[in-house]
């Protein structure tokens, strides 16, 4: 992974690379939705997975296209709580329950966001950055909702 800070790739190998990283997302959480037994927690996993389905589909349709379309006013980074900071990062067994699984969700979001901030990092400059920033731009809001739905339910006011 050092060398994709100093690299920066042609469209197709940085959407290739995007596609193996939902893939691997989908892959964690179709695994988890398969040990865990409590309903609420499956449903969290579930919906994840079919966001990274949803993603690997538009990046696969953007091969296909040769582009990723436009959707600049959607290419901004938006703010997270950084709940990773304060959220253990465990595997979920199949007695974890609804705030594991958002925890666990959380954490694999987060990976995705170092992933491809790394990426657009690396190609800064270049007209690959831009791809990079709106796939960073995308996983970071659906890291936003994943917090705010644990902030809803699991976080009290002082």
């Given amino acids: 992974m050092a060398e994709q800070n100093q690299v920066c790739y042609t469209f197709e190998a940085a959407i290739e690379m995007a596609v ?3 893939e691997e997302g989908f892959r964690h959480y179709l695994e988890a939705i398969r ?8 449903e969290i996993l579930k919906d ?5 389905l949803e ?3 538009q990046l696969e349709k953007a091969l296909v296209e040769g582009s990723m379309g436009s959707g600049d006013q959607l290419s901004q980074p938006v703010k997270t709580m ?5 959220l253990a990062k465990k595997e979920l067994s199949p007695n974890s329950d609804s705030r594991e699984a958002l925890a666990y969700a959380i954490h694999l979001e987060n ?9 657009s990092e690396g ?13 960073l731009a995308d996983e970071t809001r659906h890291l936003q909702s994943l917090e705010d739905l644990y902030e809803e339910h699991f976080m009290t006011e002082n």
């Fill in 20 to 22: 193996t990283m939902e």
């Fill in 35 to 42: 040990k865990v037994a409590n309903k609420g927690a499956r």
């Fill in 48 to 52: 994840a997975a079919l966001d990274e």
């Fill in 55 to 57: 993603h690997k589909h």
């Fill in 82 to 86: 950084n709940l990773t900071y304060v």
């Fill in 111 to 119: 990976g995705s966001i170092d992933f491809y901030k790394r990426m």
């Fill in 123 to 135: 190609c800064s400059g270049a007209p690959m950055a831009a791809l990079f920033e709106r796939l």
